[in-house]
């Protein structure tokens, strides 16, 4: 340690909310060069490389085989598969000296299969797994949390190509698999719920999220069944369409003063005999939406009013498809959105698109505006007096919800994305017209699957979960060091003795990171609790007795043993 590049830090960095960003940046893992930019320094750097390690293993077994493409792109390929445009503010957009339009690769789904369909003709080089462990770029509207989510970020991508859907479902469940065996060994506490595919485009897609509280992704898990989805993913059940015969009609009501649901609410429970609340009301949220390279139009999602919409299952309902809110312009731009008192009718009058949640099914009688001010409707009914544009996901999942499976009510926690995989299908290979000759001289359409891990994520979503107050707490499998020895005795025997020992470790394949500076054992102690190697020997007073000490940064018990056994009772540590 007297001459490794390392400084460790008393204090949290300024610009860190959450403990494994403080850590690693006080641990001297990682230096922020610029935001969401980071440097990777020696320990932050071997743990690194331990995480691509294990997953490179994990990809080996299921027979992927790794290569390295450029992380510089062309324009052209992103172009053919519309995500030039539809990546929007993310993707890294250049141009070279000669004024051609380039990228910094956000994900390589055009380019791996460009490659396959340059190398690759017959049938009879199919199935086959590329992969690689490079550095991403995404100009991501919100970086944060240091390596949580960067700019700049190590992935591992592999892609799968095919020749039938049969073989792609096998290349996802070996990777299914291979992703589980990964977080297994990291030691990670992770969940697979299923997934929207996003800007991916295809088909059956799950994540693996990391439970932690300072996770951005929700997801809800039904305990009676098993069920986990995204909060994104969730399908609300709808219920059974209600006849419409015999319906109450609908009546329009002066409702002064009600543009809120609550007042609204209060209003219906003073005028009309039955109990209301606010689930019995619609209410119509504005928003307005644009294709990738389109215009901006209205778009109206109505949805119960004792929900509020979650608008990142609104935007996720609607990718590539952008979303914003209404500013003033807009609603002077159309007055016949009357705000607080807007309703079904003027947007359908008018050719708004109008998409209501789930829940509003054929029959169900609402109160809701009539669009004109202080004015109301009870008992309006779907598809008897309005008929929506179509049904979207754009509600809240909330604790209690039933669960979609039917089985349980749903409940939620806070999780971190650490991996994805997508069953992507024929998205690209019909972009790019990838075909092989099949067996009988005709050709086949190839179909692709897309996987992904966060590998430099992984290392803040382990120091998330691995640490205590005093630092970090490495799982075995990734700590930069097997040993964290601590000289904290001067005497000259005793330096010569510790040195020894880690001439002895290091001879049984144990790497040991030595404490060797000229600093009091109390700051050595409290370094070697910071950095969170999981075990640390002192060599210090009891030197003189013949004892060391081997203290296990887990249990946070300490252990005296003689000197002469050390290094057998450290192995036996080391290995437990
Ligand atoms: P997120 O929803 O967190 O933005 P994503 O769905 O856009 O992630 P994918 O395109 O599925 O990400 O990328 C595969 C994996 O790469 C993700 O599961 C995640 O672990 C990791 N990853 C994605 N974006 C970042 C980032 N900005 N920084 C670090 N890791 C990232
Ligand atoms: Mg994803």
Same mark, same amino acid.
């Given at each position: 340690?007297?001459?490794?590049?390392?400084?460790t830090l008393r204090d949290d960095p300024a610009d860190a909310e959450v403990p494994s960003h403080k850590l690693l940046v006080r641990a001297g893992y990682v230096r922020r060069a610029a935001p969401g930019v980071y440097s990777w320094l020696?320990l932050g750097?071997?743990v690194l490389?331990?995480v691509?390690?294990?997953?490179?293993?994990?990809?080996?077994?299921?027979?992927?085989?790794?290569?390295?493409?450029?992380?510089?792109?062309?324009?052209?390929?992103?172009?053919?598969?519309?995500?030039?445009?539809?990546?929007?503010?993310?993707?890294?957009?250049?141009?070279?000296?000669?004024?051609?339009?380039?990228?910094?690769?956000?994900?390589?789904?055009?380019?791996?299969?460009?490659?396959?369909?340059?190398?690759?003709?017959?049938?009879?080089?199919?199935?086959?797994?590329?992969?690689?462990?490079?550095?991403?770029?995404r100009?991501e509207e919100r970086p944060r949390a240091g390596i949580l989510r960067g700019r700049e970020f190590v992935m591992?991508?592999?892609?799968?190509?095919?020749?039938?859907?049969?073989?792609?479902?096998?290349?996802?469940?070996?990777?299914?698999?291979?992703?589980?065996?990964?977080f297994?060994?990291l030691r990670v506490s992770y969940v697979?719920?299923?997934?929207?595919?996003?800007?991916?485009?295809?088909?059956?897609?799950?994540e693996f999220l990391a439970e932690a509280e300072v996770g951005e992704d929700t997801y809800?898990?039904?305990?009676?069944?098993?069920?986990?989805?995204n909060v994104?993913?969730?399908?609300?059940?709808?219920?059974?369409?209600?006849?419409?015969?015999?319906?109450?009609?609908?009546?329009?009501?002066?409702?002064?003063?009600?543009?809120?649901?609550?007042?609204?609410?209060?209003?219906?429970?003073?005028?009309?005999?039955?109990?209301?609340?606010?689930?019995?009301?619609?209410?119509?949220?504005?928003?307005?939406?644009?294709?990738?390279?389109?215009?901006?139009?209205?778009?109206?999602?109505?949805?119960?009013?004792?929900?509020?919409?979650?608008?990142k299952?609104?935007?996720?309902?609607?990718?590539?498809?952008?979303?914003?809110?209404?500013?003033?312009?807009?609603?002077?731009?159309?007055?016949?959105?009357?705000?607080?008192?807007?309703?079904?009718?003027?947007?359908?009058?008018?050719?708004?698109?109008?998409?209501?949640?789930?829940?509003?099914?054929?029959?169900?009688?609402?109160?809701?505006?009539?669009?004109?001010? +202080?004015? *109301?409707? $009870?008992?309006?009914?779907? @598809?008897?007096?309005?008929? &929506?544009?179509?049904?979207?996901? !754009? /509600?809240?999942?909330?604790?209690?919800?039933?669960?979609?499976?039917?089985?349980?009510?749903?409940?939620s926690a806070k999780g971190i994305e650490i991996g994805?995989?997508?069953?992507?299908?024929?998205?690209?290979?019909?972009?790019?017209?990838?075909?092989?000759?099949?067996?009988?001289?005709?050709?086949?359409?190839?179909?692709?699957?897309?996987?992904?891990v966060g590998v430099s994520r992984l290392i803040a979503v382990l120091a998330e979960q691995w640490h205590d107050d005093k630092g970090l707490r490495w799982p075995?499998?990734v700590?930069?060091? +097997?040993? *964290?020895? $601590?000289?904290?005795?001067? @005497?000259?025997?005793?330096? &010569?003795?510790?040195?020894?020992? !880690? /001439?002895?470790?290091?001879?049984?394949?144990?790497?040991?990171?030595?404490?060797?500076?000229?600093?009091?054992?109390?700051?050595?102690?409290?370094?070697?609790e910071l950095i969170g190697?999981?075990?640390?020997?002192?060599?210090?007073?009891?030197?003189?007795?013949?004892?060391?000490?081997?203290?296990?940064?887990?249990?946070?018990?300490?252990?005296?043993?003689?000197?002469?056994?050390?290094?057998?009772?450290?192995?036996?540590?080391?290995?437990?």
């Amino acid at each position: 340690m007297s001459s490794l590049f390392l400084r460790t830090l008393r204090d949290d960095p300024a610009d860190a909310e959450v403990p494994s960003h403080k850590l690693l940046v006080r641990a001297g893992y990682v230096r922020r060069a610029a935001p969401g930019v980071y440097s990777w320094l020696p320990l932050g750097l071997k743990v690194l490389r331990a995480v691509e390690n294990v997953v490179r293993e994990e990809m080996n077994r299921i027979g992927g085989q790794e290569i390295l493409l450029p992380a510089l792109l062309p324009r052209d390929p992103y172009e053919t598969s519309g995500r030039w445009t539809e990546y929007g503010d993310s993707l890294f957009r250049i141009q070279d000296r000669k004024g051609a339009d380039m990228l910094l690769g956000p994900t390589h789904e055009e380019i791996f299969a460009n490659l396959v369909k340059s190398e690759y003709s017959s049938y009879k080089d199919l199935p086959v797994i590329l992969y690689q462990v490079q550095t991403k770029y995404r100009d991501e509207e919100r970086p944060r949390a240091g390596i949580l989510r960067g700019r700049e970020f190590v992935m591992k991508d592999s892609y799968s190509f095919d020749l039938s859907d049969d073989g792609l479902k096998e290349a996802y469940a070996a990777h299914r698999e291979a992703y589980q065996r990964i977080f297994e060994r990291l030691r990670v506490s992770y969940v697979i719920v299923s997934a929207t595919s996003g800007a991916m485009g295809g088909s059956a897609s799950e994540e693996f999220l990391a439970e932690a509280e300072v996770g951005e992704d929700t997801y809800v898990r039904c305990v009676e069944s098993g069920y986990a989805a995204n909060v994104e993913a969730v399908i609300t059940p709808a219920p059974e369409p209600i006849p419409l015969d015999g319906l109450p009609e609908a009546v329009v009501h002066d409702t002064e003063n009600t543009p809120t649901i609550d007042s609204l609410v209060e209003w219906a429970n003073g005028a009309l005999d039955r109990e209301v609340t606010a689930a019995d009301t619609l209410k119509n949220v504005m928003v307005k939406v644009r294709e990738p390279g389109g215009e901006w139009e209205l778009l109206g999602v109505g949805i119960p009013g004792d929900r509020e919409v979650d608008f990142k299952r609104l935007e996720a309902s609607l990718e590539p498809t952008e979303v914003a809110l209404l500013d003033e312009a807009d609603f002077a731009a159309n007055p016949f959105l009357v705000k607080g008192y807007i309703g079904p009718k003027a947007l359908l009058a008018n050719g708004i698109r109008f998409l209501v949640d789930p829940r509003v099914v054929s029959g169900t009688a609402w109160i809701t505006g009539a669009d004109v001010s +202080g004015k *109301h409707y $009870v008992d309006l009914v779907a @598809d008897r007096d309005f008929t &929506a544009d179509g049904t979207i996901e !754009a /509600a809240e999942v909330r604790d209690g919800d039933p669960s979609p499976d039917g089985q349980g009510k749903l409940v939620s926690a806070k999780g971190i994305e650490i991996g994805h995989i997508f069953q992507l299908g024929r998205k690209y290979t019909d972009a790019f017209e990838i075909d092989v000759l099949g067996e009988n001289g005709k050709p086949v359409r190839l179909t692709q699957g897309s996987y992904g891990v966060g590998v430099s994520r992984l290392i803040a979503v382990l120091a998330e979960q691995w640490h205590d107050d005093k630092g970090l707490r490495w799982p075995k499998e990734v700590s930069p060091f +097997g040993v *964290h020895l $601590v000289i904290a005795n001067k @005497d000259e025997a005793a330096v &010569a003795g510790a040195e020894q020992l !880690a /001439a002895d470790l290091d001879a049984a394949g144990v790497e040991v990171l030595i404490d060797d500076r000229k600093a009091s054992p109390g700051v050595k102690f409290k370094d070697s609790e910071l950095i969170g190697v999981p075990t640390i020997v002192v060599v210090g007073r009891g030197f003189a007795d013949g004892t060391v000490e081997i203290r296990d940064r887990f249990s946070g018990e300490t252990a005296t043993v003689p000197v002469d056994g050390a290094v057998e009772a450290v192995l036996t540590s080391v290995r437990a």
